[in-house]
């Protein structure tokens, strides 16, 4: 075990030469750092100094206070936060941000509903919709494009006819999509074989103005 | 009128009854009735209060302020030494602390966290009153001469031997004033301060350790100068 000397004793005064409220010095040996401020005289100095800069601490602070109207300020703080505390309820309620938008009310409700999930919600959530999105993605590019390079839909003939706007098809199932001329065999009775997809998801029928120019059936 | 009552549910600051700290933990004057008697009842907790804010209830968090204010106002005070800043400081932090009810962890105590808002707006105000001090005044003070030069060497007055100190502070690097504050004036224990400044219990011993001999070199050469 070290002997308890100077060069032992010297770093733990700051620790030691103050109050201590809680006796957070206690596992330094206090009882054997204490036996040797008695006798060492330059130890004992220097931990006088410390309980002296701490206690011109405290009466400095002390005065000071002193100096400070408290009461009056008190009151008057306590209205002053009161106050904001009254703005804030009414633009946004307890525990939300308040967010001062330009962009409005839509935004603001946006902030709040956000700043009420946990965060690991909204990592969970953004997940789930990049999923969503990725199998929507892949489920449209099969419904248009699958059957390989002769069915695609890049690789047909344009559409035998004149037509002043993108085709409105309305499918059996699936999303509204648009066609651009790009040739899809139509029928007389003006249903589109995309030939793509099982069951109804490659069949759709158009409804546009081009209805009556519709090329002869194959 | 009730007369103004010390906070009757103490944390571990209040229970340890440092000399002069009472008036820390009194209620401010002039509230309302029933903000008074919520504030003053030590049956119903911090968290109960934070709660019963949540549920949209305005007395409660008003009993809150009322329970904190003046603590958070005197810890922003000593760590910035100016009264209008650390009024804006102790204003400010319950605003964030409004904002941010929905958020506490009722396991944990609540004074811990609100006097974490409250530190990081007053160590922020220091820093931020010190750079603009340093860019304004520096220059002209560095210019003046010594008016101790010519002082006598009379015993330095009480008076002096405060602003002294307060100089010393006011050197003092933020994160040791920030501990010293809490620890020599407060009378929190490292334990306490630690999860205040989201440091650890032996940084909080080591700052305290560090600042309690930097303030002391500081002072010892400024009575020196004297
Ligand atoms: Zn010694």
Redesign the pocket.
Same mark, same amino acid.
């Given at each position: 075990m070290q002997p308890v000397? %100077?060069a032992y +004793? &010297?770093p733990l005064l700051p620790m030691l030469a103050a109050e201590d409220p809680d006796g957070e010095a206690a596992g330094t040996c206090a009882a054997q750092v204490r036996a040797?401020?008695r *006798? %060492? +005289?330059? %130890? &004992?100095a *220097?931990a006088g100094g410390f309980l002296r800069a701490g206690r011109a601490l405290r009466d400095a602070v002390a005065a000071r206070d002193a100096a400070v109207p408290d009461d009056a300020l008190q009151q008057d703080l306590h209205a002053a936060i009161m106050a904001r505390v009254a703005e804030i309820e009414w633009q946004d309620g307890p525990g939300h941000e308040a967010v001062t938008s330009a962009y409005g009310p839509g935004v603001l409700g946006f902030a709040r509903w956000r700043r009420e999930l946990p965060w690991r919600h909204v990592v969970a959530l953004g997940a789930a919709a990049m999923l969503l999105a990725a199998i929507g993605f892949w489920a449209f590019g099969f419904w248009l494009g699958h059957g390989g390079e002769r069915d695609s839909i890049w690789s047909r003939q344009p559409l035998q006819a004149t037509s002043t706007g993108p085709l409105r098809a309305v499918p059996y199932a699936g999303p509204r999509f648009e066609l651009l001329p790009v040739g899809l065999p139509i029928d007389d009775q003006g249903s589109a074989e995309s030939g793509v997809g099982p069951g109804m998801m490659g069949r759709g029928r158009l409804r546009t103005p081009i209805d009556e120019q519709l090329p002869p059936p194959r | 009128m009730i007369p103004n009552q010390s906070f009757p549910t103490p944390g571990p600051l209040d229970a340890r009854g440092a000399p002069g700290t009472e008036r820390w933990t009194a209620l401010p004057g002039g509230l309302p009735s029933q903000v008074q008697a919520l504030a003053g009842d030590g049956g119903v907790s911090d968290a109960e209060l934070v709660r019963r804010s949540l549920a949209g209830q305005q007395d409660p968090f008003a009993a809150l302020v009322a329970r904190y204010q003046r603590r958070a106002f005197w810890i922003a005070f000593h760590v910035l030494g100016r009264a209008e800043e650390a009024r804006d400081v102790c204003q400010e932090a319950f605003v964030r602390l409004y904002r941010s009810l929905d958020r506490y962890d009722y396991a944990r105590s609540f004074y811990t966290w609100f006097y974490r808002i409250v530190m990081n707006l007053a160590i922020d105000a220091l820093r931020k009153l010190r750079s603009a001090r340093a860019s304004s005044l520096d220059d002209l003070v560095a210019m003046l001469p010594d008016e101790r030069e010519d002082a006598a060497q009379a015993p330095i007055e009480r008076d002096e031997q405060n602003a002294l100190v307060w100089q010393v502070l006011d050197k003092l690097d933020a994160k040791f004033r920030a501990v010293l504050v809490l620890r020599d004036i407060h009378g929190l224990s490292c334990r306490e301060i630690a999860p205040i400044l989201k440091i650890t219990h032996a940084t909080a011993r080591w700052r305290l350790h560090r600042g309690r001999q930097v303030f002391r070199e500081h002072w010892d050469r400024g009575q020196g100068e004297a």
């Open positions: 000397d %100077c +004793v &010297r040797h401020l *006798e %060492c +005289v330059g %130890c &004992r *220097e | -």
